[in-house]
């Protein structure tokens, strides 16, 4: 599976952005997948995860009520859409194929392939 985010970029706090990430490969739609980010000197953390089906969806405690994950499996995108956005999500986001969707906190472990990340920025 091959990975490509987009739609990372620069926005003032409380404002919203949208990244998409585009898959390639034959198991995508029988595939978990997740979004992780990672800020400056941290380490990589967990922010969403969606089913295969799309039917479920687990976020981080930091970003529940504020950020939705989806996905179009006839698109091969996986899409995470980001409101309310605060200084502390300021991080490089990285979509990732996970080996299997967890109900809750997902580790960077589970991913199998990862895309190259994009930056987003939240200014205040």
């Known amino acids: 599976v091959h990975l490509v985010e987009s739609g990372g970029g620069l926005v003032q706090a409380g404002g919203s952005l949208r990244l998409s990430c585009a898959a390639s490969g034959r198991t995508f739609s029988t595939t978990a997948m997740g979004w992780f980010r990672q800020a400056p000197g941290k380490e990589r953390e967990f922010v969403a995860a969606i089913s295969w089906s799309g039917g479920w969806t687990s976020y981080a405690d930091s970003v529940k009520g504020r950020f939705t994950i989806s996905r179009d499996n006839a698109k091969n995108t996986v899409s995470l859409q980001m409101n309310s956005l605060k200084l502390e999500d300021t991080a490089v986001y990285y979509c990732?194929?996970?080996?299997?969707?967890?109900?809750?906190?997902?580790?960077?472990?589970?991913?199998?392939?990862w895309g190259q990340g994009t930056q987003v920025t939240v200014s205040s």
């Open positions: 990732a194929a996970l080996r299997r969707y967890y109900s809750n906190y997902t580790p960077p472990s589970a991913a199998d392939y």
